[in-house]
Nanobody, 116 residues
């Protein structure tokens, strides 16, 4: 069982930055693919960025060049640095941990609101 706790959300003006953090419990954090997802009102949850156990990253097209996902295995933490934020980035952001598709865990979510 893995528990995920996100932090770092808030209200920011367009063009601003936020850094989300997600701390995971458990001793095998380094083995998990970690991801950030978001869900805006009335929309489906979508992947924003993911990072594998080996450090390979991928991003949703609309955030490429603006967002950076990283991980610190010693701290059991994954980060999402969000720059040049846009109002359309407004959503609840969720941390995800996945291992071999059989073990899939979600955090409680953190609200990000970008004002125009």
């Amino acid at each position: 069982q893995v528990q995920l706790v996100e932090s770092g959300g808030g209200l920011v003006q367009a063009g601003g930055s936020l850094k989300l953090s997600c701390v995971a419990s458990g001793s095998i954090f380094s083995m998990y693919t970690m991801g950030w997802y978001r869900q805006a009102p009335g929309k489906q949850r979508e992947v924003v960025a993911r990072i594998t156990s080996g450090g390979i990253t991928n991003y949703e097209d609309s955030v490429k060049g603006r967002f950076t996902i990283s991980r610190d295995n010693a701290m059991n933490t994954v980060y999402l640095q969000m720059n040049s934020l846009k109002p359309e980035d407004t959503a609840v952001y969720y941390c995800n941990a996945n291992l071999l598709s059989n073990y899939n865990y979600w955090g409680q979510g953190t609200q990000v609101t970008v004002s125009s």
